[in-house]
């Protein structure tokens, strides 16, 4: 069956380091993968999205690598603040036109300051 | 900018009953969802809506389970007879269009909570 894995311990850093989450995934081809984050209580908010064509992602202070071979994501959050503490969400999803998304149980991230 | 919203935020009620969730997608997109989050457990797709049907379903969507578009911006979730197992967090988003197909990304709503007793 498919399945979608995230570290499931939480990951603490000091403010102002590089936070690195990584997704693996196995008996799944997405189309593409996207990294979400979650404020508890609070739904998922879109952060990024990665094409299986596409080896890596950068938007401000993230990156998100694809490994399509290796059937891992890796999401990075360089200079961290504590601000962005929060639980990270890897969501995949196929071919559909409808654009299901299956979803890990994700990461929680606490960055001290 | 545009967001999904949902009513209620909290949504208390007693095993067997039925409950009506809202939500108001962002208004120029088609396709709709609702996922739900039981506590300390993933985000689960439930179902997908276009063009005033369901396209996907998910196991967990059985016929205790309607979705429907009912004017031009709500998308409402109905539970015909709760159970206690139905206690979660329930997320409605919503997409744009490429074409026919939905756009990647999902905008997601603040969520309600429901407690069944």
């Known amino acids: 069956s498919q399945k979608i894995e995230q570290n499931s311990e939480a990951l603490n850093i000091q403010e102002g380091k590089t936070a690195t989450l990584t997704c693996n995934y196995t008996?799944?081809?997405?189309?593409?993968l996207q990294w979400y984050r979650q404020d508890p209580g609070r739904g998922p908010v879109f952060l990024l999205l990665?094409?299986?064509?596409?080896k890596e992602k950068r938007k401000e202070r993230l990156k998100v690598t694809f490994d399509t071979t290796l059937k891992q994501s890796l999401f990075h959050i360089t200079a961290s603040q504590p601000a962005d503490s929060a639980t990270y969400l890897c969501?995949?999803?196929?071919?559909?036109?409808?654009?299901?998304?299956?979803f890990g149980k994700g990461t929680m991230l606490l960055v001290s300051p | 900018e545009p967001e999904v919203t949902q009513t209620p935020s909290h949504q208390v009620t007693q095993m067997g009953q039925e409950v009506i969730l809202r939500c108001v997608p962002i208004?120029?997109?088609?396709?709709f969802y609702w996922y739900r989050q039981i506590l300390g457990q993933k985000v689960e797709f439930l179902v997908s809506?276009?063009?005033?049907?369901?396209?996907?379903k998910s196991e967990i969507f059985d016929d205790q389970f309607s979705v429907e578009r009912p004017d031009g911006s709500n998308f409402t979730l109905k539970i015909r007879s709760t159970k206690l197992e139905d206690s979660a967090m329930y997320f409605c988003?919503?997409?744009?269009?490429?074409?026919?197909?939905?756009?990647?990304?999902?905008?997601f709503g603040p969520g309600t909570r429901l407690t069944v007793l």
């Open positions: 988003a919503s997409t744009g269009t490429s074409g026919s197909r939905a756009t990647d990304t999902q905008y």
């Open positions: 008996n799944y081809s997405p189309a593409y």
């Open positions: 990665i094409r299986e064509n596409e």
């Open positions: 969501a995949l999803s196929g071919l559909s036109g409808y654009s299901t998304l299956t």
């Open positions: 208004s120029n997109h088609l396709y």
């Open positions: 809506f276009y063009n005033n049907e369901i396209s996907e």
